[in-house]
Each structure stands twice: as structure tokens, then as C-alpha cells.
């Protein structure tokens, strides 16, 4: 459009050609059509060629115009350069010596043409690969399922929230990574953590797991939401198990100072959903998110320590100890389990 203006005021008012316009619009019309599907880009191209060389095959005169001359073909640059003087009413076709300036206006609109679609192209480029670098920036704070929500909007202020009725929940902490912040610089310890949490990125997402988000020395994973699947209880406990693991071998390869787990499990309903205006996140909420917390901070250093319910569901692929009760409340009490890994 910004090239488009400028012709077409070269045409009409400078050059006087009132009908040259109409073949830059078809110019951009194609070059339109390419920064919506790039890859119709070679197509179009092609069939731009092809339409100009049929124009000047026929010498201006096409069997569906038989009563008139191609005119708006009368190239501006022609007669603002004298190649030849024009009558602005005659086509050049009309010209005895019309073939040479046939050539140089095929040459001349081929030319321009490629020139506006390459830019073109460039510009869509240019713009899809800016949309993908933000996408990738979205789906790592959001999940793709929701990110698609998000963009499919059609207000911005359209709350996205869900009920889901069987989300397994992951709470892990790092057990004495408090004791670390006096004595490694500030540098060593975010490096620490980002080494550990890496690891865990990676684990999360070889189980197709969702994590939802960190909290300072804690991790908090979500299995089933937004996207439900049938084995998301069992994927959250091999990641665990796998997470622990990771752990341990970032200790023992001297890689990080010494740090211990500690994993809490529940399974049940909850409520997830978007919120805040700036710095917005993916969160859960309910009874669930809370008693997995709770299993959590009332688990054992090294340790995986789940909910009753986890363990009758889990009970035959694997091996639980029974830990007894454990408070998760005022006045509320529940039962707890060890998940027994073998080493």
C-alpha cells in the first residue's frame, strides 16, 4: 500500500494515464493474496508471468476485449522517459514500432512485480516469525491448550476457567536449600536452582505432565489439566520417582551442593483457570491443590508421600507404607502413605 500510492498518483495526476493504476492493483492484489499464504507465493508468481506474456502475445488485442486496446498497458515510465510520444487516448500497441516497447514494459512490469512480492513475502516472514517467537514465549507459561484459548478471544476480558474432576498433583520442595542462600553467592544459588529445576522441566515433560509454576525453593506439577489423560496418576508418580533420582545424581556428581526432596501426592477435583492482567498465569485451586500441599509439608526428607486416595488407586502397580495420619487442617486429619521405591 505505501508503494501503491505513489504510482498511482504518478499515473493519474502527473502522467495523466488514468487507467495505468489498474495494473499495479492487480500487482498487489496477488501480492496481497501472498502475505495471507506465503506458499501460493511461487504460484501466484507463475501466473503473473503467464498473464503478461499472454497480453503482449496478442499485442494488446485479447479475444475477450475485441473492441479495445489494452490503454491501461500504456507504461507511464514510456512516456515520462520519451521512449516514444504517446497520445494518452491511443494504445501503444496502435504504434508501428510498438514490439521493442511491448519488450521493455514486459520487462518493466516483471520486474516491478517480483519486487513487490518478494518484499511482500519478506514481510510475512518477517511477521510469522515474530508470532512464533511469542508463541513459544506464551506456551512456556501457559499451557498450548490454553494459549490457543487465549488467542481464540473474542474479548480480551473472556475469563478462561475449568472444572476438572480427576487432576493428579505434585508438591515438591527442596530440603535445605534455605541454608544455602547464606552461603553461596546470590549467582550460585540461582544458577543451583535453575540447574534443578531444569532437570525437572525436562522429567515433566517426558511424562506429559503440566507444571504450573515454582514457588521459590517449592515445584508444583498438574496431571490432567488442561488436557485430561487416562494414566496422568501413574505418569505423576514415575515423575517423582524420576525427579528424586535426577536429584540425587545432581549431588552425587558434585554438581550441586547437598540437597535432599520432598514430594507430596494427591488426586482429586479442582477448579484452573487464567488470572491477573499483567504477568498472568495458569493456576489450580480447591481442596485437592491444599491436601497435596499438606502432603507435602508433612512428608519425609527423601521421600514421595501420597494420599490415601493415591494408594487405592496405585495399589497394584505399586508399594506403599503406610505412614499413619498426618494433619492437614484444624481438626482435620487424613491418612498418609510412603511410595516405596526400589533403588
Not at 488514468?18 to 501480492?31: N, Q
Not at 494518452?88 to 510498438?98: C, G, H, L, T, V
Not at 498433583?169 to 550460585?188: H, I, K, N, Y
Request: glycine share 6%; hydrophobic share 45%.
Amino acid at each position: 500500500m505505501i508503494l501503491y500510492v505513489p504510482l498511482f498518483t504518478f499515473n493519474c495526476l502527473i502522467i495523466g494515464d488514468k487507467h495505468g493504476y489498474l495494473t499495479y492493483s492487480y500487482i498487489f492484489l496477488l501480492g496481497s493474496v501472498i502475505t495471507i499464504r506465503e506458499k501460493y507465493a511461487p504460484i501466484l508468481v507463475a501466473v503473473f508471468v503467464a498473464t503478461l506474456s499472454i497480453i503482449f502475445a496478442f499485442q494488446g488485442n485479447l479475444p475477450f476485449f475485441p473492441e479495445t486496446k489494452l490503454s491501461f498497458f500504456a507504461d507511464p515510465f514510456v512516456k515520462l522517459f520519451n521512449y516514444r510520444p504517446l497520445d494518452p487516448n491511443i494504445s501503444i500497441f496502435d504504434y508501428d514500432s510498438a514490439t521493442p516497447i511491448t519488450t521493455w514494459m514486459f520487462n518493466n512490469y516483471l520486474v516491478v512485480g517480483i519486487a513487490i512480492f518478494t518484499t511482500l513475502l519478506a514481510y510475512k516472514i518477517q511477521l510469522r516469525n515474530a508470532r512464533e517467537e511469542i508463541y513459544s514465549l506464551l506456551t512456556n507459561m501457559l499451557p498450548p491448550s490454553i494459549v490457543a484459548r487465549m488467542s481464540a478471544r473474542t474479548h480480551p476480558d473472556e475469563i478462561i476457567a475449568d472444572g476438572h474432576d480427576d487432576v493428579s498433583l505434585l508438591m515438591a520442595d527442596l530440603v535445605g536449600s534455605t541454608s544455602l542462600s547464606v552461603r553461596l553467592t546470590p549467582q550460585e544459588l540461582v544458577s543451583t536452582l535453575n540447574r534443578i529445576f531444569a532437570e525437572f522441566d525436562d522429567i515433566v515433560d517426558k511424562y506429559g505432565l503440566e507444571k504450573i509454576k515454582t514457588m521459590g525453593d517449592g515445584y508444583f506439577v498438574a496431571g490432567g489439566a488442561p488436557d485430561f489423560r487416562e494414566d496422568h496418576l501413574e505418569n505423576m508418580i514415575d515423575c517423582a520417582i524420576a525427579m528424586r533420582k535426577a536429584l540425587g545424581e545432581l549431588v552425587s556428581s558434585g554438581t550441586i551442593p547437598k540437597i535432599e526432596l520432598r514430594i507430596g501426592i494427591h488426586a482429586g477435583q479442582v477448579v484452573a483457570g487464567v488470572i491477573g492482567k499483567r504477568k498472568f498465569a495458569y493456576d489450580l485451586w480447591g481442596y485437592a491443590v491444599n491436601l497435596a500441599s499438606r502432603m507435602e509439608h508433612t512428608g519425609i526428607s527423601g521421600e514421595i508421600q501420597v494420599s490415601e486416595e493415591v494408594c487405592k488407586r496405585m495399589i497394584g502397580k505399586y508399594r506403599f507404607l503406610e505412614r499413619g495420619y498426618v494433619e492437614v487442617g484444624k481438626d482435620d486429619r487424613v491418612k498418609a502413605y510412603i511410595l516405596i521405591v526400589e533403588n
